[in-house]
Structures are given as C-alpha cells and as structure tokens.
C-alpha cells in the first residue's frame, strides 16, 4: 500500500460519522442503588482499605484466623507491595510473591504452580501479589499483572467463603482501585484510627466508591474497622458522617502491640481477643455494602478540633512582590491609560 497513491488512502469518512453519531447518543441513566441483599456468588470477595502502618494486616491476619477456626474456608491475598500481610500469619517468614515467582519461572522456562505462591496455615489459604522495587516500576501495574496471573490459575474456579484482599488506600493509581473499578469485590472494608491521615485515606476510597457508583459500579462500603482505638471519637465521627457502620473498635492495648510485634496470633478462642475477632467475622460477612457521602476537606478536618488541625488558618493570597522577594522592581504598566473626557 502506498498513501502516495490516492487510490490507496483509505477512506475515513463512514468511521468518522460512526464515531460521531456514537458520541452524540445520550448515555444511559447509571444505577446509584447498593444492592442490599446477600452476595449472588458463593464467594464473597471482599477489600479492605486503609493507610499505610494503620493495622491492616494485624485486622486481617487475625479476621482470616478466626473465620477459619469457625469454618469457614479463607483465602488471603496481599496486595501491597511492601507485601507484608501475611508475615503475621507466617510468623514472620516472607511468603514468595506471586510477582517474583513468576519472573522466575519465566526466565527458567517453567510455569507457576500453586504451591509455588500460595500457602496455608491455621486453615487459611495467604498469598502475596508483591511489587516493583523502588523506583523499578510501578506498584499499581504489578497489582494488575498478579491478578492477571491469579486468572492464569484458575482464581474463578476456586472454591472459597471468603477471599479478603489486603490494598494500600493511600496510594491512587488505578491498579490500587481495581477491586472497585472492576467490581472485582462485592464490599470494601475500611481500616484507621483517630487520626486525621488515616481518616482522610478512608474517606478517599469513599470517594472512589462514590465516583464508580456514579459510572454504574456496584461495589460498597460495608463499614469501618477502628484500629489502636484511644476512645478520643473521631473514627466515630467519621462513620457517622459517612454514614458507614462501626464493624469493630480493637483498643490501643499494650497487649496487642507486643503480640503483634512478635508475630503471635489472637483471633482465635484461646485468646482474650478471641471474642472481638469472633464478633468482627460476623460483622464483616453479614454487613451489606452501604453507598458512603464522602466529606469534602472542610468536613473532614471538623471532626478534629481546630487547635489540632490549624482549621482555624485564613488563607492569605500571595502577591506577585511577594513572589519576586528582594528582585522585586516596579515596572512601568504597557496598559493604555486614556485621560478621562
């Protein structure tokens, strides 16, 4: 083919009017209702987000802990890429992640089975997606490409109660979303705690549910687990305003952190917290997604007090004197002035 010959251009002209006519025709009226009823699948898929170091996989090795001693069968999925959610339920031994496995099998020519990346204990089924080292790619892409791979092993023929994923809230690129925007999970799960950065992730991923509801999505929020719980309210607050349920409060005990440290589990009945965590599985599998109202940045900091916040700052606009500092020279104005007749 050469374009040089006229006879050889193709011509564009249908393909232009079809895309015209596809862009003019008016979109259809997205479903803002939450279902309310029980998941349809067998499977409840199920994400939980939250911000980074505020208990999510402490929350989750021990919810998964406690569904399996009650039964129920559970699969673990970290997709952080620090990929620690499973160290608590290995007792602190790295699970190999789906990720690097796979990279090297593919350079040895072989394929990935699953006993290469999944691995079980205490009756829960944990793997680990993993992620790019430090500036070596991009965290949401490897999330793409782990479930990409889970597909490869057959991940919608397994056969699970519950398949809890572990995301990172405060990171924003769509790979971190794709429970949400995919409608990969029936219900989101948030984790923080009294504080403004953990309650400002939640309320972020309110948004994204929010903003897919609004594009025809499905996904909800079924409610907020309050980690490190010092009774100060403001997780409450929150809930409250989003109108989300408190699933759970796990108090800011010392107890906790030094098990938690030192990888030892507590969901389960021979612990003291054996009945919170027995509570919180119940909670979580039988609480309905809910359609959040996210808080603009105002609303949010209202739920702190101002002192602690500066929420009491006035902005104050800059000049252009102010931004050229010590270089700062009145020029003369180009702007016609004419005098007044």
Same mark, same amino acid.
């Given at each position: 083919?050469? &374009?040089?010959?006229?006879?050889?251009?193709?011509? +564009?002209?249908?393909?232009?009017?079809?895309?015209?006519?596809?862009? *003019?025709?008016?979109? *259809?009226?997205?479903?803002?209702?939450?279902?309310?009823?029980?998941?349809?699948?067998?499977?409840?898929?199920?994400?939980? $987000?939250?911000?980074?170091?505020?208990?999510?996989?402490?929350?989750?090795?021990?919810?998964?802990?406690?569904?399996?001693e009650?039964?129920?069968?559970?699969? &673990?999925?970290?997709? #952080?890429?620090? @990929?620690?959610?499973?160290?608590?339920?290995? /007792?602190?031994?790295?699970?190999?992640?789906?990720?690097?496995?796979?990279?090297?099998?593919?350079?040895?020519?072989?394929?990935?089975?699953?006993?290469?990346?999944?691995?079980?204990?205490?009756?829960?089924?944990? %793997?680990?997606?993993? /992620?790019?080292?430090v500036?070596?790619?991009?965290?949401?892409? /490897?999330?793409?490409?782990g479930?990409?791979? +889970?597909?490869?092993?057959?991940?919608?023929?397994?056969?699970?109660?519950?398949? &809890?994923?572990d995301? +990172?809230?405060?990171?924003?690129?769509?790979?971190?979303?794709?429970?949400?925007?995919?409608?990969m999970?029936?219900?989101?799960?948030?984790?923080?705690?009294?504080?403004?950065?953990?309650?400002?992730?939640?309320?972020?991923?309110?948004? *994204?549910?929010? $903003?897919?509801?609004? %594009?025809g !999505?499905?996904? !909800?929020?079924?409610?907020?687990?309050?980690?490190?719980?010092?009774? @100060?309210?403001?997780?409450?607050?929150?809930?409250?305003?989003? #109108?989300?349920?408190?699933?759970?409060?796990?108090?800011?005990?010392?107890?906790?952190?030094?098990?938690?440290?030192?990888?030892?589990?507590?969901?389960?009945?021979? @612990?003291?917290?054996g !009945?919170?965590?027995a509570?919180?599985?119940?909670?979580?599998?039988?609480?309905?997604p809910?359609?959040?109202?996210? &808080?603009?940045?105002?609303?949010?900091?209202a +739920?702190?007090? @101002?002192?602690?916040?500066? !929420? #009491?700052?006035?902005?104050?606009?800059?000049?252009?004197?102010?931004?050229?500092?010590?270089?700062?020279?009145?020029r003369?104005?180009?702007?016609?002035? $004419?005098d007044?007749?």
């Amino acid at each position: 083919m050469s &374009l040089d010959d006229p006879k050889d251009v193709p011509d +564009l002209s249908d393909y232009d009017s079809k895309l015209r006519k596809e862009a *003019a025709e008016p979109l *259809a009226e997205p479903t803002l209702e939450v279902p309310q009823a029980e998941p349809t699948k067998h499977t409840q898929i199920i994400a939980i $987000y939250g911000k980074g170091g505020i208990g999510k996989s402490f929350t989750l090795a021990n919810l998964s802990h406690m569904m399996a001693e009650q039964g129920k069968r559970v699969l &673990l999925i970290g997709c #952080d890429p620090k @990929s620690d959610t499973t160290s608590l339920l290995f /007792g602190g031994k790295a699970c190999p992640t789906i990720i690097e496995t796979s990279t090297k099998k593919k350079l040895a020519g072989e394929e990935v089975a699953i006993g290469d990346v999944c691995f079980k204990r205490g009756g829960v089924f944990a %793997m680990e997606l993993g /992620g790019p080292e430090v500036g070596r790619g991009c965290g949401g892409r /490897g999330i793409i490409h782990g479930f990409e791979l +889970l597909e490869k092993l057959g991940f919608h023929d397994w056969d699970f109660d519950y398949v &809890l994923l572990d995301f +990172l809230g405060d990171v924003v690129c769509g790979g971190f979303g794709l429970p949400i925007a995919r409608d990969m999970a029936q219900k989101v799960i948030l984790v923080a705690s009294n504080d403004l950065q953990s309650l400002y992730v939640a309320n972020n991923v309110c948004s *994204a549910v929010e $903003y897919f509801r609004r %594009m025809g !999505g499905n996904v !909800g929020v079924a409610g907020l687990v309050i980690n490190k719980d010092d009774h @100060s309210g403001e997780a409450q607050a929150f809930a409250k305003s989003v #109108d989300i349920p408190v699933l759970a409060a796990i108090p800011a005990d010392d107890d906790l952190r030094k098990k938690s440290a030192n990888y030892q589990i507590v969901g389960t009945a021979a @612990s003291r917290w054996g !009945g919170l965590f027995a509570e919180l599985a119940e909670e979580v599998g039988l609480a309905p997604p809910c359609r959040p109202t996210p &808080l603009d940045q105002d609303g949010l900091l209202a +739920l702190f007090d @101002s002192k602690d916040t500066g !929420g #009491d700052v006035v902005l104050e606009p800059a000049t252009d004197a102010d931004m050229r500092g010590s270089k700062s020279v009145e020029r003369p104005s180009l702007e016609v002035v $004419y005098d007044e007749a």
